[in-house]
């Protein structure tokens, strides 16, 4: 009898065997299956967050560009108000010029021709000056 009990206990060791095996791998097969919908899961967010950069490196060239535009911007308008200034300034210098001229007084009429008179009279002189230096140098030769 003690060998039919040892060979029952056998077999009863062997099926607990398979019972703990199929239990293994039971256990294996589902961690696998959570595996793999972890990894499912980890590539739909891999995805979303390439999603996220490639639309924040766009947002980041916008605006790139954008302050390259505005800073061409401010520099056109930082020129042209530097030439309004200049402009500005001989401005104010014709202004002072005129009211100078304004302030001044104004010499008669018969002044001014006598003035001219005597600035035609002199350019003549210097004119017939040069013609006799001319004429000397010339019949010299």
Do not use: W
Request: hydrophobic residues 40%; aromatic residues 2%; proline residues 3%.
């Amino acid at each position: 009898m003690s060998n039919q009990n040892s060979q029952q206990k056998i077999p009863d060791v062997e099926n607990q065997y398979r019972v703990a095996a199929l239990a293994r791998v039971n256990q294996m097969h589902d961690d696998l299956i959570n595996a793999n919908a972890v990894i499912n899961q980890l590539r739909v967010d891999l995805n979303r967050e390439h999603d996220r950069v490639t639309l924040t490196l766009e947002e980041r060239d916008r605006y790139r560009h954008e302050a390259v535009r505005f800073r061409k911007l401010l520099i056109e308008l930082a020129t042209q108000m530097a030439n309004i200034g200049l402009l500005t300034r001989k401005a104010e210098e014709c202004v002072s010029i005129v009211g100078e001229m304004d302030a001044a007084p104004t010499p008669p009429a018969a002044t001014i021709d006598a003035l001219e008179e005597e600035h035609g009279k002199r350019a003549r002189a210097k004119a017939l000056a040069q013609l006799g230096v001319a004429l000397e140098g010339a019949s010299h030769d």
